[in-house]
């Protein structure tokens, strides 16, 4: 299946800081990304959609100016935690898929953020 | 908005025993549903996915089915071993959002 690289695997970070996450589709082009949270023992939330090119599709409830989404290229999408809290602190995962509409989603190996 | 159920929350078997988990949703105007395994700390890995036109796929040990209408996929898993240790989500797909159900955590006892 296609391959899609999340980094860092782990970060830990202070409070007040900012943190950058990338996806990478390392063998396919994704115009559309999926950032997703998850919660301790809970099922995976879509916080995003970035589109490269554009601008990210939020969720409602998700504060688009505290989770800047960036897709600069076919192959890189970007999650940027601003001002981060220690509420902040979960597990982020990206998704992407070779075209929309009834293929495969693949995912990054997630990124564990702590805040402290 | 689709809402996705996954029973049992946990479940532990001897190695060997046949795994069944379920998923069920309630919108069934779905493009597709996708399996994944999850192990701890990590990301999702991709099992099966059945097209909402399929009634299931199967890939070695794993068999996945689909009844669109009553809103339900089984997951099987045959000769269970330890190695199926993981957490098992499903997912269900509109034209391009996935809706995830909370998963099933399955140990295998050796």
């Known amino acids: 299946g296609a391959v899609v690289s999340q980094h860092p695997s782990w970060v830990i970070c202070k409070s007040g800081t900012s943190v950058k996450i990338e996806c990478r589709s390392l063998?396919?082009?994704?115009?559309?990304m999926f950032w997703y949270r998850q919660f301790p023992k809970q099922s995976l939330m879509l916080m995003a959609t970035?589109?490269?090119?554009?601008?990210?599709?939020?969720e409602q409830g998700v504060e688009k100016d505290k989770f800047l989404i960036n897709h600069a290229s076919l192959t890189l999408s970007t999650l940027t935690v601003t001002s981060a809290h220690p509420e902040d602190s979960s597990f982020y995962i990206c998704?992407?898929?070779?075209?929309?509409?009834?293929?495969?989603?693949?995912f990054g190996q997630g990124t564990r953020l702590t805040v402290v | 908005k689709q809402e996705v159920t996954q029973i049992p929350a946990a479940l532990s078997v001897p190695e060997g025993e046949n795994l069944v988990l379920n998923c069920s949703f309630t919108d069934s105007a779905i493009y597709n549903l996708q399996w994944f395994r999850q192990d701890p700390g990590k990301g999702l890995t991709s099992l099966l996915l059945i097209q909402s036109s399929q009634r299931e796929q199967t890939s070695g040990r794993l068999n996945a089915s689909l009844d669109k209408s009553s809103g339900r996929s089984t997951l099987y898993i045959a000769a269970s071993q330890p190695g199926d240790s993981a957490t098992y989500l499903c997912a269900v797909g509109d034209d391009y959002k996935l809706s995830f159900g909370a998963g099933t955590t399955v140990t295998v006892r050796a």
């Open positions: 998704s992407a898929r070779v075209q929309l509409r009834n293929t495969e989603a693949f």
């Open positions: 970035s589109n490269e090119g554009s601008k990210a599709t939020y």
């Open positions: 063998d396919f082009q994704a115009t559309t």
